[in-house]
């Protein structure tokens, strides 16, 4: 099974004519998350594979092309590196307050060939993962590779305290099945040629998009994706170390600045009651998880992006 395979596909889900939703069907069609390229290195749960044909019709949207893409909320980082590989903007700057992640993304874009060495000589066991994850790394680049191997061999890439190990996994490989040193040199050399564009941050994305609003200029986008815990949902919380957001606050953030955003949230009432109390305009797309489960998540933005073409 290719990587792609085991994430999130996104379809559009028709009104039926006597209950009319009031948030519209993307008109973006469904898309096969296996055929877009996967450029993180990272397997990272809430991962927005799927959203990228909708950032390419939002920056492409956009004249003229905007200078920097601003992901306070960073993870896997898949649409700032799709961004900056894509021409889609001049550059990225990515900001994300686990420790673990952003010692990843320095290991990455100021280490990336000596990276790329660690990766190859890497035997995934069991007893060598474990040894790893018990080893207090001495530097950024030890760490780094510590948060790339720990990603790839918990289920789901999940970080957080309590993941656990792949036990089966694809083919039966147990914690290696989703360790390919191959794939992984390719995307850390292929993230190496733009690193001069890509930028990191470890910091608090709500400070730092606090600070920077009132300064920035219509040459600057924001792409915000934060983890899903409003109305008490605990996907989040589960997903993430980090994950106590003030959701009206950021709402009332992006309602004031002056840089276009695209933001992203799972569906549920206090999200809907902000969406409507700021005059943004939202679309609804429906996940298929890995455990066929239909989520349906809300792409948000102050003007209108994604304009319905059909009812169904
Ligand atoms: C939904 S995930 C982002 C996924 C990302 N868009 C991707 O495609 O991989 C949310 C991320 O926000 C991070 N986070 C949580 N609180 C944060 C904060 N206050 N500042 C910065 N990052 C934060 C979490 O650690 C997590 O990586």
């Not at 060495?117 to 060598?128: H, K, L, N, S």
């Not at 990603?151 to 290696?176: C, D, F, H």
């Not at 989703?178 to 400070?207: K, N, Q």
Request: proline fraction near 7%; glycine fraction near 8%; hydrophobic fraction near 40%.
């Amino acid at each position: 099974m290719s990587e792609g395979a085991i994430l999130t596909e996104a379809v559009a889900v028709p009104d039926s004519a006597d209950n009319p939703d009031p948030i519209p069907v993307s008109p973006i069609p469904a898309v096969n998350v296996a055929s877009v390229p996967q450029r993180s290195p990272l397997r990272y749960p809430g991962g927005k594979t799927w959203l990228i044909p909708h950032i390419r019709h939002w920056l492409k949207g956009i004249e003229p092309r905007p200078k920097l893409l601003v992901e306070p909320f960073a993870g896997g980082g898949i649409v700032s590196l799709t961004a900056v590989m894509e021409g889609l903007v001049d550059r990225c700057l990515m900001v994300e307050l686990d420790r673990d992640v952003a010692a990843f993304w320095h290991a990455a874009l100021r280490h990336g060939p000596e990276l790329c060495d660690m990766v190859q000589d890497f035997e995934p066991t069991r007893e060598a993962v474990d040894a790893l994850s018990q080893h207090v790394p001495e530097t950024v680049l030890e760490h780094g590779f510590r948060t790339l191997v720990l990603n790839r061999t918990r289920r789901g890439g999940v970080l957080a305290p309590g993941a656990s190990l792949i036990r089966v996994g694809e083919g039966g490989k147990g914690v290696a099945s989703r360790w390919y040193p191959r794939t992984l040199v390719r995307r850390l050399s292929d993230m190496a040629v733009y690193a001069h564009r890509i930028g990191f941050c470890e910091a608090d994305g709500m400070v730092m998009l606090e600070g920077l609003l009132g300064q920035i200029d219509s040459g600057c986008v924001l792409f915000v994706d934060p983890p899903y815990t409003a109305g008490g949902k605990r996907a989040g919380r589960r997903l993430y170390a980090h994950n106590e957001i003030d959701h009206a606050r950021l709402f009332a953030l992006l309602a004031e600045t002056k840089a276009d955003f695209l933001m992203t949230y799972d569906r549920a009432p206090e999200i809907e009651i902000l969406v409507h109390k700021h005059r943004f305009h939202a679309v609804r797309v429906l996940m298929t998880n890995t455990h066929h489960a239909r989520i349906p998540e809300l792409v948000i933005s102050a003007r209108q992006v994604f304009h319905r073409v059909s009812s169904g």
